[in-house]
């Protein structure tokens, strides 16, 4: 006999183990369905984040940069340290731990809250009095009905035409986090946030990396004078990286990989690498959940068709995260989940898109939320702009760290804060004070009358706002 539930959740991603846990804790009987394992076969609630995405990149993203610092800056800071090794075995172990630990934490908290999981695969099978009715094809194989259905199945990596993923030579973001041996010379097709935290993470191993992007501007979508700045910081590191280049047909080989390339200029290239990393976005997961069965609507492009609440064609079946509109991100499909869970249970749940945070956690972190400058003059909108360096800022120099800026943007004649963008040092950590004022439709006078803490590295977020008026007080 099927097992009833007001509410179950496909996928237990950031969207969709937090669905489920606030739907628990709305006093709804709830369920979340997930088929991600560990090599033994474990679960491994999570989703993309966890296992191959968020996390393991950040804590490779962390093991390098302490790598990267004590061969190349602890000597500035009186340190000296000789015959330097690393062993790339235990670095990737420790990124394998880190992961495990997110794993239990979620099913910890599943039980806490009286989430029931089921480990495997679930799709609709149909509609049926109370709701719908669904199956979990896996371990815990089950048939279920539920009153209301989240579906936050995630995206999986896009593949170049006609060239898989062997996650050995032509790798995804899955592959990168993996590698076996430092790659003498790596090649990123893409240069979006995850190829180049990717390439960031092996250039401070030792890789020589070339990075190839189609777009003619680098990091299009963020504030160009903050690219700028990215770009310039990032070659200085040791990556190099080519925009509005077309490549041709890559040829994996058996310890190589060839990949043809015509730069901007019109003039054509080989590059031939040891691995190479395919980061060229990533599609929404559909296939297996039932879609066409009951008349689920998909957009063009495969995502789970949805409106401003998250709901989809179908009564009382919403979707959220990867798997719908909008900026492929951990927070953004949370904030959601947690919107569509107070929904149905009577609330006013809303997400505002236009104060989601984006993050990308190279060295220098780059951060950034609302308008860019470029948008802002698309749109003749009439603002002033007020930017703070980070070698200005005496927490920056202690810590030896003194590239980038805060950089605010106001409106002219109200002072709202419209846009705020960081190239710099915990860049990731700052950037939550702008997205707070904004929420409150604050002004950069607001930002720059708080007693910031001293010495910060924040302090450059009230330092930008101040020069918004022409008026900083310590550049």
């Known amino acids: ?20 846990i606030r739907v628990a804790q709305l006093g709804q009987s709830v369920a979340c369905i997930d088929a991600w394992s560990t090599p033994e076969g474990k679960p491994a609630p999570g989703g993309t984040c966890t ?25 500035e800071h009186g340190i000296s340290a000789k015959d330097v090794q690393l062993d790339l075995d235990k670095l990737l172990g420790r990124k394998d731990k880190v992961v495990s630990q997110n794993n239990d934490g979620i099913l910890y908290l599943f039980k806490k809250n009286k989430v029931k999981f089921f480990h495997g695969t679930g799709s609709f099978v149909s509609q049926v009095d109370g709701g719908w ?21 995630g995206s999986s990596p896009r593949a170049l035409p006609d060239l898989p993923f062997d996650e050995d030579r032509i790798l995804s973001n899955d592959g990168a986090l993996r ?3 430092v790659p003498g010379k790596l090649g990123v097709i893409g240069a979006g946030a995850i190829g180049l935290e990717m390439a960031s993470v092996w250039s401070r191993l030792g890789s020589k990396v070339t990075m190839l992007e189609a777009l003619p501007d680098f990091l299009a979508n963020v504030d160009q004078q903050t690219a700028k700045e990215t770009r310039k910081a990032l070659t200085a590191h040791g990556l190099t990286i080519h925009t509005g280049v077309k490549t041709g047909t890559v040829a994996p080989k058996k310890k190589t990989v060839s990949v043809p390339y015509t730069d901007a200029d019109g003039k054509e290239h080989t590059l031939s690498v040891d691995r190479l990393i395919v980061s060229i976005g990533r599609v929404p997961n559909t296939d297996g959940l039932g879609a066409d069965t009951v008349g689920l609507k998909l957009d063009e492009r495969g995502f789970v ?3 401003n609440d998250c709901r989809t064609n179908l009564n009382n079946v919403w979707a959220v995260g990867d798997v719908v509109r909008g900026p492929m991100l951990a927070h953004k499909a949370e904030v959601e989940g947690v919107a569509v869970a107070e929904i149905i249970a009577g609330q006013h749940g809303h997400v505002d898109y236009h104060l989601i945070p984006s993050v990308i956690y190279t060295s220098p972190e780059v951060a950034w939320v609302g308008q860019t400058e470029q948008q802002l003059k698309a749109d003749g909108h009439d603002y002033r702009a007020g930017s703070f360096p980070f070698m200005a800022n005496g927490r920056a120099r202690a810590l030896g760290d003194t590239t980038g800026f805060v950089k605010v943007l106001a409106d002219s004649k109200t ?20 997205a707070a004022i904004m929420a409150f439709r604050g002004a950069a ?4 009358r708080i007693c910031h803490a001293h010495p910060t590295l924040s302090e450059s977020m009230k330092e930008a706002a101040l020069a918004v008026d022409g008026r900083t007080l310590n550049f």
């Open 305 to 307: 068709a949805v409106n």
């Open 133 to 153: 009715s669904l199956r979990v094809d896996g371990p815990d194989k089950a048939d279920l009905v539920a009153r209301h259905v989240i579906i936050a199945t």
């Open 1 to 20: 006999m099927a097992k009833k539930f007001d509410v179950v959740v496909i996928g237990a991603g950031p969207g969709g183990y937090i669905a489920a």
């Open 51 to 75: 296992n191959v995405g968020c996390i393991p990149s950040k804590a490779l993203l962390q093991s390098s940069e302490h790598y990267h610092q004590v061969k190349n800056t602890f000597a």
């Open 415 to 434: 002072d709202e804060v419209l846009g705020v963008h960081i190239v710099g040092p915990q860049a990731s950590e700052i950037i939550d004070e702008a």
């Open 179 to 181: 590698i076996p041996d």
């Open 445 to 448: 006078e607001d930002i720059a």
